[in-house]
């Protein structure tokens, strides 16, 4: 590894991500480790329209913020999230909870369910919180 390599020196968690920094992470959690070219096939199919020299610049970007990994073994870098999926989500629903719901979880749940919850989901949470979604 590198020295300048921002992933083998990272003492605290990465900086959030932006909407557009997600959207590339959460390609990359599919996708598992990939080029930039595949990041930017992936990427076309939601947005036909976004250039590969964005998706490169940007990868690059996330990279030097220490919130990618890069092989640069190969001689297409191949770049792979730091933060498992789970464990990003994770601390930005606690920051989201701190921010905006003065720390109260139930607040957040109850905001959740009052707009952004089908009726199907709203069965599953019924379910899983009667101990039923064995």
Not at 29 to 40: D, E, F, I, R, S
């Amino acid at each position: 590894m590198k020295k300048n390599d921002v992933s083998n020196t990272k003492k605290s968690s990465p900086p959030k991500p932006t909407a557009a920094e997600m959207e590339l992470m959460r390609l990359l959690w599919v996708l598992g480790p990939a080029t930039a070219k595949q990041v930017h096939e992936a990427a076309m199919k939601e947005r036909p329209e976004i250039a590969y020299a964005s998706v490169l610049r940007m990868l690059q970007v996330m990279h030097s913020k220490g919130q990618l990994r890069r092989d640069e073994s190969q001689k297409a870098h191949v770049y792979a999230a730091v933060e498992e999926q789970d464990t990003l989500q994770t601390n930005l629903v606690k920051d989201l909870i701190q921010k905006a719901f003065s720390g109260s979880a139930k607040a957040l749940v109850l905001a959740a369910l009052r707009s952004h919850v089908s009726k199907e989901e709203r069965e599953e949470i019924q379910k899983f919180l009667h101990g039923d979604d064995k």
